[in-house]
């Protein structure tokens, strides 16, 4: 089984500011890693798939980088709204994983 | 609009059965995979499994092998999840999602459905 490591697990931030996420897997998975994200009480929502497509009507600030072990979402100029718990996801082997997600307080 | 619509929620006792479903409306129900995933309470996201519709092909999370059945009616465009015996530990929120390919991502989720095993 594939393991997901994001980092950081936790995250405070600003409005307008620049958040980076990272996940690395523990083989090499090419480009099959998506982004979700997941507000309190809510399923979860695609961001990115295959590691850099953004997914229809997902906000531009939204975007994803990197193939084989290691990548990336990025979360240009920061708004309210963005508090949420993102999670990276592995479909190149079954079973898929996830990552352990990456919660974002906002201050 | 593609919609993935979720049992309600259920209270169950301990060795019960229980079967959820996940119904599918504004595409081809057949020709997408469906997913099942686990959420325990205040937890990350568990892959259980997939199924393919259209065939019926199901793999399995070794993790949730036996321990659950994922089943799908393409006539009625509706995926299952089933228990025999329900244990506390299958406590926890479990949503369905659609996969447009086996190696893709799971573009849309249902709601959830919370499931609370208590004796």
């Known amino acids: 089984e594939i393991v997901l490591t994001q980092s950081p697990d936790f995250q405070s931030v600003t409005p307008k500011e620049k958040v980076t996420i990272t996940c690395r897997a523990s083989q090499s998975i090419g480009s099959s890693l998506h982004w979700y994200q997941q507000k309190p009480d809510q399923s979860p929502k695609l961001l990115i798939k295959y590691a850099s497509q953004s997914f229809s009507g997902v906000p531009s600030r939204f975007s994803g980088s990197g193939s084989g072990t290691d990548f990336t979402l990025t979360i240009n100029s920061l708004e309210a709204e963005d508090a949420a718990t993102y999670y990276c996801h592995q479909s190149s082997s079954l079973p898929d994983t996830f990552g352990q997600g990456t919660k974002l307080e906002i201050k | 609009e593609v919609q993935l619509v979720q049992s309600g929620a259920e209270v169950k006792k301990p060795g019960e059965s229980l079967k959820i479903s996940c119904k599918g409306s504004g595409y081809s129900f057949a020709n997408y995979w469906i997913a099942w995933v686990r959420q325990m309470p205040g937890k990350g996201l568990e892959w259980m499994g997939i199924?393919?519709?259209?065939?019926?092909?199901?793999r399995y999370n070794p993790s949730f092998q036996g321990q659950v059945t994922i089943s799908a009616d393409k006539s009625i465009s509706t995926a299952y999840l089933q228990w025999s015996s329900l244990k506390a530990s299958d406590t926890a929120m479990y949503y369905c999602a659609r996969h447009p390919y086996i190696t893709g991502g799971s573009d849309y989720w249902g709601q959830g459905t919370l499931v609370t095993v208590s004796s």
């Open positions: 199924i393919y519709p259209g065939d019926s092909d199901t």
